[in-house]
């Protein structure tokens, strides 16, 4: 009986044994398995801008588009806070360049053969690509415009100018909310790329509105930074700052916290895009949002108008990718896809590049951008959205913010630095 027992018990832990090993070998080819379908996926690396509202609104496009497709993994990422040129940049230098990315500096990239043409079945997709001697490179995201977006409740309640007719009508207004214990304007200058919204407002009022190719003048030696109309742009910059309507906290303020000090009466509007609508609403529901183009001396509406000389890219290294080429096409595809692109341009406010319409039910400053940017004296680019001859020195742009930035803290003498940005541009000019 006894032998009978250790018979039994032995054959048990032979059974168990078996099991376990049925069981764990049952595991390695689920593994195996598994690990085969995840090298079947094409992955792409995908870099863009970091401002809030276009952080979430890639977030959600780039989710929906990997749920919708199985054998395609887009791998997303935001820049930081601070200059986008320089974090793609960084990525190049350490070998970390993206597949697939949004491109601000594009004639730079074009220039150092970094880019691959964009197949037509993309190009066709858009109105105005960019392109270089007939060939498209960049897909413009959306167009946008910018103006003075404001607490028009307040305004309301105030009996304040929503319509000045001129720049000396605007400030004015901006005095007025000063004279009533409010902040008028608040500036995200921590961020140096938010510098650029009033400093090319200025430079377009006086300069590009009238003479697009004032870059390619001061490149070839015919016009320069010391000239009338860049002097009494910055002054103006200058003046605006040290005014008394401006934050006095914007050099360590996030552009990400303006709409929270807006909605919470802290500031009462800024000078930003219509992206910043959602996040207006996203932070109170209930605010009432005001738009105003904000004119110049003479009273004509040249808007500040980004977007059209940047945007969607593809890595040179997709030449030699097939698949990954393949992929790539597929989710910028998917980006224009009229249900998905409408959102985006929901979210973000602005305006539709494609070919197919695309339209969208927008808030009452969203519709009065809209009828500025239709009725508008002039829309330019940005200083560094401008190409072929009128491209800017590489680097100049960040540079030049960032020492603005320092010519207001110090208080400096335009005249006396001005000089000191024609070198800049000349030593950087040098170095291409």
Known sequence: MKNKKWWLFGLFVLLLIITVGCSGGSDESSSGDSSENDSDKVELDLVYTG???WRQVMDEVISSFNEEHPDIVINGESATDGSYSEYL???DATGEFPDIFEL??????YESDKLAPMPDSLSSLIRNPVEFDGTAYVLPTSATALGYIYNKKFFEENGLNQEPKTYDEFLEVMNEVKNLGETPIAVGGQDVWHMGFWLNHFLINNIFAEDRNWNAKVNSGEASWTDEEPTEAMNQMMDLFESGVVSDNWISTPDNQLAA???????????????????????????????MPVPDQEGNINLFTGGTGAGWALSKTLEDEPEKMEAATA?????????????????????????????YDGIDAQER??????????????INEML?????????????????????????????????????????????
């Not at 601000?104 to 990239?109: K, P, S």
């Not at 009828?371 to 680019?381: F, G, K, L, R, S």
């Not at 100049?396 to 000191?420: C, G, H, M, N």
């Open 51 to 53: 401002d809030p509202a």
């Open 89 to 91: 940049r960084t990525k």
């Open 104 to 109: 601000m500096d594009v004639q730079e990239y």
């Open 261 to 291: 000090l807006v909605t919470s009466g802290k500031a009462m509007g800024f000078f930003s895009g219509p992206w910043m609508f959602t996040q207006l609403k996203e932070a109170d529901p209930e605010f009432e949002i005001g738009y």
């Open 331 to 359: 989710f910028y595809q998917y980006f224009y896809q009229p249900d998905v692109y409408k959102k985006v341009l929901e979210k973000m406010g602005s305006l539709p590049v494609t070919v197919e319409e695309v339209s």
């Open 369 to 382: 951008l809209i009828e500025t940017y239709n009725n508008a004296d002039a829309t330019v680019p940005p």
């Open 388 to 432: 072929g001859e009128n491209q800017i020195p590489p680097s100049f742009r960040d540079w030049f913010y960032k020492t603005v930035q320092e010519w207001i803290l110090s208080d400096a003498d335009v005249e006396e630095e001005l000089p000191k940005v024609e070198a800049e541009w000349e030593r950087l000019q040098g170095q291409e």
